[in-house]
């Protein structure tokens, strides 16, 4: 799903941030429906929001799990639960949600944030597979 889309270059060409590689992937990937306009909000979340604060992936990757699972409003939906899980999951594996420790550890001249993102999809692929067959 969306980890193969990112790990085999999705949005390299297009040189996407993070948070857009994430979005857009996504919404190729779950088939969201969202139109190029829509798809241009997660443009601000990259590198942490400009500033290296939550990365720009796990932000798309909210962004994405709220069109996913929430029908109204998140009072009436259990998006609380699923992101409080996604966000910890990610900060159990990867040691970090923001941008600047993560980029410390993990960003390299050759390949970028790919690990970072990677992870973000990974995770994001086993709750959307886990959610939708429940």
């Known amino acids: 799903m969306i980890k193969k889309l990112i790990a085999n270059g999705y949005g390299k060409e297009q040189k996407y941030n993070c948070a857009e590689k994430i979005l857009y992937g996504a919404n190729e990937a779950y088939s969201l429906g969202l139109d190029k306009e829509t798809l241009k909000l997660a443009a601000g979340f990259g590198g942490g929001m400009g500033i290296e604060s939550t990365c720009g992936a796990l932000t798309a990757s909210v962004m994405a799990l709220s069109k996913l699972f929430v029908e109204n409003t998140a009072h009436e939906s259990k ?15 990867m040691k970090s949600i923001e941008c600047a420790p993560l980029k410390k550890e993990y960003r390299t001249t050759l390949k970028g944030c790919d690990d970072v993102i990677i992870k973000a999809a990974e995770i994001l692929d086993e709750i959307v597979v886990r959610e939708k067959r429940d």
């Open 79 to 93: 998006i609380r639960e699923i992101t409080s899980e996604f966000l910890n999951r990610y900060k159990e594996e």
